[in-house]
């Protein structure tokens, strides 16, 4: 039986979670999955004090404590954000929260295997990966080498997912790569928890692994959907449901195909 999942992106520090959660765990069919980026709220979106930010901690450990209670039914993925506190600020230290670093390193270091890179499922013959900003290709090949990644017995989310738990530092490191849109200097290809949507563009499904589903760049209005991947990163759930089919959680309207800007072509 195809299963339903909920997506919920990238958390910053927000609840919007908690409710569409808690309907969807009566629902003996339905997953959940987290897209990362649990901490470094944005200071425009709250009434920025220590309260805050304390109050963001919490969030995350309410998440954390929901993992341990549903673990076969809630995937927790790593961010940007995350990185910085669970592998070093050398992968991200956009917005950092220093007063409660140590604390939050505690927290990834003691349920480090509660955690994933990516997560992947086959819906209606579709393969679906999760992750928090998309698998390209161009990076794995970078990391582990083309003629590796040929092989048969090659599977990049187990291979992610493996460094992650095995604190294989010369990948993890690997995850500081950002790509050209996220500032001057980046690589070609961005890591799974760096890369933007506009560097999807141009990806073709050869260069790619999958149908990915990620938060990361966040959006205004709609989300960004190609032929590729689904940027849903919106303060807002979604539901990829037992057809495949991407729907707003709200509303239970479809996501549409997103038209690629001519000048963009």
């Known amino acids: 039986m195809n299963m339903k999942w909920l997506i919920i992106p990238d958390v910053h520090g927000r609840e919007f979670w908690k409710k569409p959660v808690i309907d969807v765990l009566s629902d003996t069919s339905a997953n959940i999955v987290f897209l990362g980026d649990y901490h470094d709220p944005y200071p425009q979106e709250f009434n920025y004090d220590e309260d805050c930010v304390s109050r963001s901690v919490d969030n995350f450990q309410e998440i954390i404590d929901l993992k341990k209670q549903f673990s076969d039914r809630v995937t927790l993925l790593i961010g940007n954000h995350d990185c ?77 997912n493996q460094a992650w738990w095995e604190n294989q530092y010369g990948v993890l490191n690997a995850l500081g790569d950002y790509d050209r849109y996220r500032g001057w200097g980046g690589y070609e ?77």
């Open 84 to 160: 910085g506190y669970a592998i070093g600020d050398n992968i991200c230290s956009s917005r950092m929260d220093r007063r409660h670093r140590r604390q939050l390193e505690k927290m990834f270091d003691e349920n480090r295997e509660f955690f994933h890179l990516t997560k992947e499922t086959y819906i209606a013959d579709r393969h679906i990966i999760f992750s928090h900003a998309g698998i390209l290709k161009g990076w794995v090949e970078k990391v582990w080498g083309a003629e590796e990644c040929g092989e048969p017995t090659f599977n990049v989310v187990d291979q992610l």
């Open 189 to 265: 290809y961005g890591s799974p928890v760096w890369s933007d949507i506009r560097s999807w563009i141009r990806i073709t499904p050869e260069e790619t692994y999958g149908y990915n589903i990620v938060g990361h760049t966040q959006l205004d209005n709609v989300p960004v959907v190609f032929d590729t991947i689904a940027d849903v990163d919106l303060r807002k759930a979604f539901l990829l449901d037992d057809q495949g089919r991407l729907c707003d959680y709200d509303s239970g309207e479809e996501v549409k195909k997103t038209e690629i800007p001519s000048d963009e072509v």
